[in-house]
C-alpha cells in the first residue's frame, strides 16, 4: 500500500517535471531572438604627412638675353646649362638666344610645351615677365637674374652670384699691376648690378695702392647697353689713350675692350668668364687675370630642389666662394673664382705679370682667396662704404652726398640692401662723361 502510494507520487512528479521541461522549450523557442553585440569600430590611425614626390628627371631651359657665340654673361650661362646636363643623367637642358621682354613669356611657354620644368631668365630686363606666368605653371619653376629689382613668387625664383668677391681679388691683382697709375672700365650702365660689382674692384684696387704706397686712379665711363662692340671699343680706346690706362677692365660683354688692350700693349682683366682658357681670346701676355663665374652652383640648387619634389624652394639665391658645386669629372667649384688660362688662384695671375706684382700682393690674394672659400671674411663687411657722390637715382634711395660714410666697417650689409640699394659709387672713382 505504502509502495503504490510512492509510485503514484513519483509519477506525479515525473509528469510534472516533464511538463516544466516541455514549457521551458516552448518559451524559448517563442522567445525572440537575441540581438549580437557588435564589436566597436577601431580607431582610424592619425594620417601621417606624405612626404613630398620626388622627380624621375627635368629639363632646364634657359633664355639668353643675347646671342652666345663671343659673349661672357651667355656663354657662362651655356656653360653652365651644358655642365649641369653632364652631371645629371636625368636632366636635359635647352636654351633660346637672344630673348627680349615681348618674347620671354611665348618663348617660355613653348619651351614649357615642349617638356621644360625650370624657366630661367639670364637678365632682369627680360626675365620679369616671367612672373606673369607662374601662377598659370603651378609645377614649374621659374626663374631671373636680379638686377635690383627683388619680387618673387611661389614658384618664381631670384639669383645671383656674389661676383664682387672675385672682382676684390681682380682689383688687388689690378692695382699692383699699374705703372701709371691709371685704371679703365668700360662700363655698361649705372644699375645696381653693375655699381655693386665696380665697388668690389674699387676695393681690391685701394688696398694695393694702400698696400704698396701708390697714388691709383679709377676712370669709368658707360657704354649705355650690354653688348655695343664699336661703343666699347671707343671707350677703351678713350681710356688708354686720354687717360693714360694701362690697366683695362669691363662691365660689358663683348671682346672689344680686350681686342683694344692687345692692340695697344696694356694689361686686361676679366670678366664673367677664363676668357683665354675657355675662348681663346688673346693670351695671358695681355690676360692678367679674370674672374670665373659658374652659374651651374645656383642651377644646381634649383635642380635639387625641383628634383626632391619641394612645392616651396628658396626664392632668393645669392650664393658666393663659399658655396660650390662638384662637376661631373670630380671637380670642386665655387660659386666664383679667379682663372686664366684653365688655371685658378694665384696660379691664375699671368706668367708675364707675376713679375710686376709684389709677393705681399700675391700672398694677400691667396690668403683672401681662402677665407671667402671659408667664409671667414668678405670685402663688402670689412670696409666702409664711402660715397662718391655718384651713382643711381632710385626712388626712396637718394645717391649719399659725398663723402657720406653710408656701412662702418665691420658691419655686415644685408643681402637685400646689397642686391637693391647699393647705388652709389665709393669714393676715389671718377666717373667720365
Keep these: 500500500m505504502i509502495s503504490k502510494l510512492f509510485a503514484k507520487k513519483r509519477l506525479t512528479i515525473l509528469k510534472v517535471i516533464a511538463i516544466t521541461v516541455i514549457l521551458a522549450m516552448v518559451l524559448i523557442a517563442c522567445a525572440p531572438a537575441a540581438t549580437p553585440t557588435e564589436a566597436p569600430e577601431p580607431e582610424a590611425p592619425a594620417e601621417e604627412p606624405q612626404p613630398e614626390e620626388a622627380m624621375e628627371g627635368a629639363t632646364l631651359a634657359i633664355e639668353h638675353f643675347s646671342v652666345i657665340e663671343g659673349t661672357t654673361w651667355s656663354g657662362a650661362h651655356d656653360r653652365a646649362g651644358k655642365r649641369i ?12 638666344e637672344d630673348v627680349g621682354p615681348d618674347v620671354a613669356v611665348p618663348f617660355a611657354e613653348e619651351l614649357i610645351s615642349g617638356g621644360a620644368d625650370i624657366v630661367v631668365g639670364n637678365a632682369e630686363f627680360m626675365g620679369m615677365p616671367l612672373i606673369d606666368i607662374a601662377d ?13 629689382d627683388l619680387s618673387t613668387k611661389r614658384n618664381f ?6 661676383q664682387y668677391q672675385a672682382l676684390y681679388l681682380e682689383g688687388l691683382i689690378a692695382g699692383a699691376l699699374t705703372e701709371t697709375g691709371n685704371i679703365g672700365i668700360v662700363s655698361a650702365f649705372p644699375s645696381v648690378q653693375v655699381i655693386r660689382r665696380q665697388n668690389g674692384f674699387i676695393l681690391g684696387v685701394q688696398d694695393a695702392a694702400e698696400m704698396l704706397g701708390k697714388d691709383v686712379n679709377i676712370y669709368v665711363k658707360y657704354v649705355g647697353d650690354w653688348f655695343l662692340p664699336p661703343e666699347e671699343r671707343g671707350i677703351a680706346e678713350t681710356l688708354v689713350s ?27 682683366v676679366g670678366k664673367d668668364m677664363d676668357i683665354v682658357g675657355e675662348y681663346g681670346w688673346s693670351d695671358t701676355d695681355t690676360v692678367a687675370v679674370s674672374f670665373d663665374t659658374r652659374w651651374e652652383v645656383l642651377y644646381e640648387h634649383m635642380l635639387n630642389e625641383y628634383l626632391a619634389g619641394e612645392e616651396n624652394p628658396e626664392t632668393i639665391l645669392y650664393l658666393g666662394m663659399n658655396d660650390s658645386m662638384v662637376l661631373a669629372d670630380g671637380t670642386e667649384v665655387p660659386t666664383v673664382d679667379i682663372m686664366n688660362d684653365g688655371k685658378v688662384g694665384v696660379e691664375a695671375i699671368s706668367p708675364a705679370a707675376l713679375p710686376s706684382i709684389p709677393d705681399e700682393i700675391v700672398q694677400l690674394v691667396e690668403q683672401r682667396r681662402e677665407e671667402m672659400i671659408a667664409g671667414t671674411w668678405d670685402p663688402f663687411t670689412e670696409h666702409a662704404f664711402i660715397s662718391n657722390g655718384t651713382g643711381l637715382e632710385l626712388e626712396g634711395t637718394p645717391i649719399p652726398a659725398a663723402g657720406t660714410e653710408v656701412k662702418p666697417a665691420g658691419e655686415i650689409p644685408t643681402d637685400e640692401w646689397l642686391l637693391s640699394l647699393f647705388n652709389f659709387d665709393l669714393a676715389g672713382v671718377e666717373i667720365l662723361e
Excluded: C, H, M
Aim: charged share 20%.
Design 85 to 96: 646636363a653632364e652631371k645629371f643623367d636625368n636632366v636635359d637642358y635647352v636654351f633660346r
Design 136 to 148: 598659370q605653371y603651378p609645377e614649374v619653376y621659374f626663374g631671373s637674374i636680379i638686377a635690383s
Design 157 to 162: 625664383i631670384r639669383l645671383f652670384p656674389r
Design 242 to 268: 686720354t687717360y693714360n690706362a694701362d690697366v683695362l677692365t669691363q662691365q660689358t660683354d663683348s671682346g672689344s675692350p680686350l681686342d683694344v688692350a692687345t692692340e695697344q700693349g696694356v694689361w686686361f
